[in-house]
């Protein structure tokens, strides 16, 4: 049974900074990249940040800037979303996503096999 479990998110003032967390179970977390993605009420889901199944390489939605941070422990089976600088338009549901690391399609969403449940990230003016 693989499973996929959000935290982190949460009511943030504009400016404010937050990291979500993943953690997985029941699955070989060490050979998969992991996607961060998001989804605002009435848009579609969209690529924020993946990582390779070793964290050598990371990859991040260009039109985001470098607010976001992506990481890894593979001895704990968790990816972090570290997100600085928060805005109202990141206001979203953010998911954690996992398929096998075949070195491509790290932004595609359809690849990825196995979703969490999603945290509400709300951002304040």
Request: glycine residues 12%; negative net charge; aromatic residues 12%.
């Amino acid at each position: 049974q693989v499973q996929l479990v959000e935290s982190g998110g949460g009511l943030v003032q504009a400016g404010g900074s937050l990291r979500l967390s993943c953690a997985a179970s029941g699955r070989t977390f060490g050979s998969d990249a992991m996607g961060w993605f998001r989804q605002a009420p009435g848009k579609e889901r969209e690529f924020v940040a993946a990582i390779s199944w070793n964290g050598d390489n990371s990859y991040y939605q260009d039109s985001m800037g470098d607010r976001f941070t992506i990481s890894r422990d593979n001895t704990k089976n968790t990816v972090y979303l570290q997100i600085n600088s928060l805005k109202p338009e990141d206001t979203a549901v953010y998911y954690c996503a996992a398929k096998t690391d075949s070195g491509a399609g790290y932004a595609w969403v359809d690849l990825y096999t196995h979703w969490g449940q999603g945290t509400q990230v709300t951002v304040s003016s």
